[in-house]
Structures are given as structure tokens and as C-alpha cells.
């Protein structure tokens, strides 16, 4: 009988999986009894994201059956893509996504800054009560309900508004700016940056304050002047947060908004206020074809997940974490 013996070497290799699993195991161990109390305080949140969040997410089912209702999921029949097939083939799905994809690219040019340029410029006030009581008057509309931001403007540059009756006053036509096709896509980009541009500025001006001040007072005692400094010092530690938001937004890009959009259609037609949300509950919910308006709903999901990790790849290729990075 003939013994094989191991070289040491490859002895060592074999036994370093074991050894490293046996140490990954001991940290785990250790690391559940270390965070045990912080495990069990997000119990309840686990909980409340599974039940609300994520169970529901197995009903999309139902966009590849012809649903009803009174049948259920199991007593539906399941009928593959047709639903996809009959969206895909619809000039009104397709126009409610390039209305959507519109919207989201101006909000995105002429939105999206605002927010940052907010916080640069209240960051700048010396005093510590002007800038609470600005920051206070500029997020205070993100409260506002979307039926009150409609009203307002609606009495500011409505038919019968403000800027309609100044005009009447002074001998021109009335303008009704709110019932015009053209400058819908405008209209609802203003709206929104009166809205929650303040609410953004938040999480930029809690950017700003992570950033060590001992870097300006060097800069300036180098012979920066203050446009340097924003561009050399301010700029870059904004760009982690500038990034992360940028990928979560085209994340959403295609959910503009349902309530918004859908106190304004019957003004200005379906032709210019149509987006993917309203599309699905004009054409699925309302006429009760669940499984159609399920695939209009997981179609916008998918491309959105797509959008996020093309984003979140870009992001990695230019040094950035964004969303999440691999260990």
C-alpha cells in the first residue's frame, strides 16, 4: 500500500478556504452579538417593508394574466405578453413616454441645479438667522399639497389671474397661461422648483457642512479668491452627493408625478399632460383592465432598474461610489 503525501505548499492552499470560511463564521457570530439590540430595533421596519413594500411586488404577476378580479390571481388566465404586446403597439403609450421622458429632461437641465445653486448661495450669509429664516420660507412650499400649488398659479397666471388681469388693466389680451399645450412642459418645471427646491437644498447644504473649513482658510491664504475655492474646494465635496441624487433621479425617470399632472390634463388635453401615470390609471385602472395597467407599471420598473445600474456603472467609471459599490 503506498502513501501519497502532500507538498506542504499545496497542503496550505487546500486548508486556507477552510481557515478563512471558519474566521468569516467567528466575525459573523460576533458581530450578530455586538449589534443585536440595533437588529431588533429595525425588526418592526423589516416587517413593515416586507408586508407593504415587497410582498405586493409578486401581484405583477397579474400583468401577464387577463386579470379580473372576481377570479384572483389563480382563477385568471394567464395569457404570456399579450398585454405587452398590445401597450407596445398603442401611439398612446408611446406618447405618454416621450411626454414623460420630456418632462424629466427639462427638469433635469433646469431643476435639478436649483437646489444646489440654493445652497451654495445660503451657505455664503454670514448670519446664522437670516439664513434659518431664508431656509425656512424656501422649503416651506414642499408642504404645500399639489391641488393648493395648482390653485396658486392657476390665481397668479390663470385666465383670470393676476397676470391675465394686469394686462386687461393696461389695455393688451389676456394670456391664460395655464391652459396652453406648448408651455405645459414649462409650466410644470416651475411649479415643481417653487414646490421642493427648497426641500432639495437640505440635503446639499448638509453636504456643505461636512466639508473641513480649514481647506477654505488654507485656499484663501494661498491667494484663492472665492470663485477658486467653489470650484476647487466646494464643488468636490458636493460631488458624491451630486452624483447619488443624479442616479436616483434617472432612477425616476420615468415618474414625473401623478397628482400634478392630473389636476392639470383636462385643461391643457391628454396630448401634452399625458405621462406613464396617468396612462395607467386612465388605462388600466379606471376601465378595470388590471392586467394592462400592471404591465404599463412593471414596464416603467424595469426600465428605471435598468437606468439606475447603467448610471450606477458610470458613476464607478469616473471614481465615484454611487448607490452602492462592490466590496
Known amino acids: 500500500m503506498t502513501t501519497v503525501v502532500k507538498p506542504p505548499e499545496r497542503a496550505a492552499r487546500q486548508a486556507a478556504p477552510a481557515r478563512s470560511e471558519k474566521r468569516s463564521g467567528m466575525r459573523f457570530r460576533h458581530r450578530l452579538r455586538r449589534d443585536w439590540p440595533l437588529l431588533v430595533m429595525v425588526l418592526p421596519v423589516i416587517v413593515l417593508l416586507g408586508v407593504f413594500h415587497y410582498f405586493p411586488t409578486f401581484g405583477n404577476v397579474i400583468a401577464f394574466q387577463d386579470y379580473s378580479p372576481y377570479a384572483g390571481i389563480r ?6 405578453f399579450a398585454n405587452f404586446s398590445r401597450m407596445f ?5 408611446w406618447r405618454a413616454v416621450a411626454n414623460t421622458l420630456s418632462i424629466t429632461a427639462v427638469q433635469l437641465i433646469f431643476f435639478f441645479p436649483i437646489p444646489i445653486a440654493l445652497a451654495l448661495l445660503l451657505n455664503s450669509v454670514l448670519s446664522a438667522k437670516i439664513r434659518n429664516v431664508v431656509q425656512g420660507i424656501v422649503y416651506l412650499p414642499h408642504f ?3 391641488v393648493l400649488v395648482v390653485s396658486l398659479f392657476q390665481q397668479m397666471i390663470g385666465g383670470a389671474g393676476l397676470l391675465a388681469q394686469t394686462l386687461r388693466d393696461h389695455g393688451h389680451s389676456a394670456v391664460d397661461l ?6 405645459f412642459i414649462l409650466l410644470v418645471t416651475a411649479q415643481s422648483v417653487w414646490k421642493d427646491a427648497g426641500w432639495g437644498m437640505i440635503v446639499f447644504l448638509a453636504a456643505l457642512s461636512t466639508i473641513n473649513p480649514a481647506l477654505y482658510e488654507a485656499a484663501a491664504a494661498d491667494g484663492a479668491n472665492r470663485w477658486r475655492r467653489l470650484w476647487h474646494i466646494t464643488l468636490p465635496g458636493l460631488r458624491p ?3 447619488l441624487l443624479l442616479i436616483l433621479r434617472l432612477g425616476d425617470a420615468l415618474t414625473v408625478g401623478f397628482e400634478q399632472f392630473i389636476l392639470q390634463r383636462s385643461a391643457v388635453g391628454g396630448g401634452a399632460a399625458e405621462v406613464l401615470d396617468t396612462y395607467v390609471y386612465y388605462q388600466g385602472l379606471l376601465v378595470g383592465d388590471f392586467g394592462y395597467g400592471a404591465a404599463a407599471g412593471l414596464f416603467k420598473g424595469v426600465i ?3 437606468l439606475v445600474l447603467v448610471a450606477n456603472r458610470f458613476a464607478h467609471l469616473v471614481g465615484e461610489q454611487g448607490v452602492y459599490s462592490r466590496s
Open 304 to 306: 428605471g432598474l435598468v
Open 75 to 80: 382563477g385568471s388566465e394567464f395569457i404570456g
Open 241 to 243: 452627493v451630486i452624483v
Open 89 to 93: 403597439s398603442e401611439p398612446a403609450f
Open 144 to 146: 404645500f399639497s399639489w
Open 178 to 183: 395655464m391652459t396652453k399645450p406648448d408651455t
